[in-house]
């Protein structure tokens, strides 16, 4: 819900019953991952997706019949030899859709939870989905709070636990419980949709390639950030999808908040000159950043390990850096160079081979090299 937080938050101000369908659990090669959403208006205006165009035409058939019942509806769509160019999936995955009805008396927390998303605070939703349980009951789980039931106080408490679990890894997905929340349990289930604050990503050196990147990084969903410590560089005007644009020597900036970067964090070092880029990557790469780039020739890179190696970075820090920065792609201008930079982030946080799709075989969506819980896929 997340890609259409403005379109559903406008819905809702309306006080019309209008349909969210989400995405709740998927098999196989499905194009979309859990939590993907597409809202139905009253009036039949479409936005978002559930399957990339697959199955769209149901789950909007089915929305309309929620909005007139007011009942909540779970729907499977899969592969029929009979279906499968009418609403099943071609890819061959299975889709398991949540469709709801919503207006401010059925959901009168969604407003906190469409401020909390856009104020980078952490929230998830917990619906039931299957099972014994009314199906959509729902409980908004802070970190430091819950409101609203599922249907027993056990349930209710067993789900804060793990809600709270998900939400610091990012992750979002299915859980099994007892009727009364037990673990063991699994004839109900209940669909975690974690809000964690989107991850951030830094741009150190405010040069033209600095902006393709921010735009990009604003793109695939990332708070962007932009450091130089040269004020006639570093302006909004030069950077206007970046979050941030900070005034300060990199390294000291990174110095600044460096407890405050985390796994998901993405650090790429632009300036590819000694003296803005050795000290910044000196704190970056003591950091729990899961990406640290800097760009740079081949002969610019050997210089830099060498003065790094000379300030006492360890070899074991040095292996964490991405330098040249990007995939081979060819790259030659600024917005080539922010793809292939983009690349690589997408490379990494899933742990894909970076080859041609024609070159491989087997499945297309790998699961990512170390999930946050067994239970849990992380999405948006």
């Known amino acids: 819900m997340r890609d259409i937080r403005s379109a ?38 479409v936005v978002g997706s559930v399957s990339g165009g697959c199955v769209e035409g149901a789950v909007y058939e089915l929305a309309q019949q929620v ?18 160019f009418a609403v099943g999936l071609t890819c061959g995955g299975i889709l398991h859709i949540l469709v709801e009805p919503v207006d401010p008396r059925r959901y009168p927390r969604l407003a906190d939870v469409l401020a909390a998303i856009d104020g980078h605070r952490p929230v998830a939703v917990a619906t039931v989905v299957g099972g014994p349980g009314p199906l959509g009951a729902r409980r908004v789980v802070w970190p430091d709070g819950a409101e609203g039931s599922l249907g027993a106080p056990r349930l209710d408490a067993a789900v804060d636990d793990d809600a709270r679990g998900m939400l610091a890894q990012g992750g979002t997905g299915t859980l099994h419980y007892g009727a009364d929340g037990q673990r063991r349990g699994d004839d109900l289930e209940v669909f975690v949709q974690s809000f ?47 979050e941030e644009v900070v005034v300060k020597w990199p390294h000291a900036y990174l110095a600044e908040i460096e407890d405050e970067i985390d796994e998901r964090t993405a650090i790429c070092v632009l300036t590819h000159d000694p003296k803005f880029d050795v000290p910044v990557l000196e704190v970056a790469l003591r950091t729990r950043a899961g990406y640290v780039g800097a760009m740079g020739s081949r002969r610019t890179h050997e210089d830099r390990l060498a003065r790094l190696r000379e300030a006492g970075v360890p070899p074991e820090r040095l292996a964490r850096l991405h330098s040249p920065i990007g995939l081979d792609l060819g790259a030659r201008t600024p917005e080539e160079t922010a793809v292939s930079i983009a690349a690589e982030l997408i490379q990494t946080r899933w742990g894909g081979s970076g080859r041609p799709l024609t070159d491989t075989t087997g499945r297309i969506h790998v699961e990512p090299m170390a999930r946050p819980l067994a239970a849990a896929r992380r999405a948006d």
């Open 196 to 242: 964690a604050p989107a991850p951030r990503m830094l741009v150190f050196g405010a040069i033209d390639f600095a902006a393709a990147v921010a735009d990009i990084g604003a793109y695939l969903g990332y708070r962007v950030t932009v450091c130089d410590a040269r004020p006639v560089f570093a302006t909004r005007k030069r950077f206007p999808r970046a």
């Open 8 to 45: 559903v938050a406008e819905m809702y101000a309306g006080g019309e019953t209008f349909a969210l369908a989400t995405v709740i659990d998927t098999y196989s090669s499905s194009p979309r991952e859990p939590g993907a959403a597409m809202a139905v208006a009253p009036s039949g205006e």
């Open 67 to 84: 909005i007139e019942t007011g009942l909540p509806a779970r729907e499977t769509y899969g592969v029929s030899d009979e279906e499968a």
